[in-house]
Structures are given as structure tokens and as C-alpha cells.
T-cell receptor, first 113, second 115 residues
Framework: GEQVEQRPPHLSVREGDSAVIICTYT??????FFWYKQEPGAGLQLLMK?????EINEGQGFTVLLNKKDKQLSLNLTAAHPGDSAVYFC????????????FGLGTRVSVFP | NAGVIQTPRHKVTGKGQEATLWCEPI?????VFWYRQTIVQGLEFLTY????????DSGMPKERFSAQMPNQSHSTLKIQSTQPQDSAVYLC?????????????FGPGTRLLVL
């Protein structure tokens, strides 16, 4: 089945700096990609959905890039602020109605002043 | 919109006891997913319902775990004869129709501790 490798597991970022999280997936049939943010004691908050046909997506304070050739998905936090401190997960899913999401192991981001 | 509701938020059981976890999906959503989250294994897919029908239970342990969706407003995950290794956060998510690109919205989870 699909496997998703996420790195790094931990990221310490100075406020105002940028940070990059990378996920590598194995199954070329993966079609939809998602980024979620989890704050302590909370569920997963959807940050962005990425279609396999779209390479660059911009959100509020972050950019997501999809490189289908290398089967990589990246989340770039731009100008990090304390509210960005959380665990971030990438997730992939096939283009069908079967199965659930396959998640990376997560990246714990800590933003310091 | 209240989002996905999960009850209880915390549950402590003794080894061998039964645990039932409840999930209320977002109103109007027809798909419900269950996941388990542990430090070691991360987030694992367990099972999925669409229009109350079981679609995929490939992630469910073969023994002691069962899930149901008796009506469109709630789903339950039952663990019989709980074991310490069942300790985890169990997350429920719902989506509009369950399709591959349909975003899943997660509840806060139920933290299960088996002593």
C-alpha cells in the first residue's frame, strides 16, 4: 500500500523566518494531497487540499508545492509566527471512494522569538 | 456548525473491559472515517462508512474492534476486551460525500487509556 515519508520530525524556527516540510509518497496513483495542522489536545485542522493537476497552491502564510515527477509534496511556512507552532501532517489519497487517508508521521514545529 | 463531535473526550478502562466511542459527523456529511493515533504508529486509517454503509474496513484489527453507523447522525467504534496496546487517541472525521478529493474534517478525538 501507499507509504508517506515526512521530514523533518522536528523543526525549530525563529519568528519571521521560513520553514519547509517535505513529504515523499510511493504510489504514483496518489491523486489528492492534504496538509493538516494539529495543536495540542485538538483534532486535525485542514490547511489545504492539493490536486495532482496543480503544482503550486498558496494559503494564508504558507505555500504548498507538488512535484509529481519526484513524488514530493512540500509545505513552506513563510514568515513564521507563534501561532504556527503545532504538528503538521501531510496526507495522500487515491482518486476513488475506497480507503482513507495515508498520513506522514508529522513534523513538530516550534516558533521561537 | 459545531463540527465533528466525539464523546467521551477521555476514557479510562481496565484491561478486558469494553469501550464504546461515539462520533457525530457534521450535519449533511455522508461519509464517516475512523483513525487511530499513537506516538509510535502515527495516524492509521481504521474504517469508513458512506451513506451509513461500510465501505472499507481494511485498517480495523480483525479481532475485538467493530464499528457501526446506525443512522446518519452518529457512528460508534467498539473495542471489546480492551488491551493496553489499544491505548491511543481515536479520531473521527466526516466528509461531504467520501470521494478521494473530498476534504475530511476531524473531531477532537477520544483519548483511550487502558490500564
Amino acid at each position: 500500500g501507499e507509504q508517506v515519508e515526512q521530514r523533518p520530525p522536528h523543526l525549530s524556527v525563529r519568528e519571521g523566518d521560513s520553514a519547509v516540510i517535505i513529504c515523499t509518497y510511493t504510489d504514483p496513483n496518489s491523486y489528492y494531497f492534504f496538509w493538516y495542522k494539529q495543536e495540542p489536545g485538538a483534532g486535525l485542522q485542514l490547511l489545504m487540499k492539493v490536486f495532482s493537476s496543480t503544482e503550486i497552491n498558496e494559503g494564508q502564510g504558507f505555500t504548498v508545492l507538488l512535484n509529481k515527477k519526484d513524488k514530493q509534496l512540500s509545505l513552506n511556512l513563510t514568515a513564521a509566527h507563534p501561532g504556527d507552532s503545532a504538528v503538521y501532517f501531510c496526507a495522500v489519497r487515491f482518486n476513488n471512494y475506497a480507503q482513507g487517508l495515508t498520513f506522514g508521521l508529522g513534523t513538530r514545529v516550534s516558533v521561537f522569538p | 456548525n459545531a463540527g465533528v463531535i466525539q464523546t467521551p473526550r477521555h476514557k479510562v478502562t481496565g484491561k478486558g473491559q469494553e469501550a464504546t466511542l461515539w462520533c457525530e459527523p457534521i450535519s449533511g456529511h455522508s461519509a464517516v472515517f475512523w483513525y487511530r493515533q499513537t506516538i509510535v504508529q502515527g495516524l492509521e486509517f481504521l474504517t469508513y462508512f458512506r451513506n451509513q454503509a461500510p465501505i472499507d474496513d481494511s485498517g480495523m484489527p480483525k479481532e475485538r474492534f467493530s464499528a457501526q453507523m446506525p443512522n446518519q447522525s452518529h457512528s460508534t467504534l467498539k473495542i471489546q476486551s480492551t488491551q493496553p496496546q489499544d491505548s491511543a487517541v481515536y479520531l473521527c472525521a466526516s466528509s461531504l460525500d467520501g470521494g478521494g478529493g473530498d476534504p475530511q474534517y476531524f473531531g477532537p478525538g477520544t483519548r483511550l487509556l487502558v490500564l
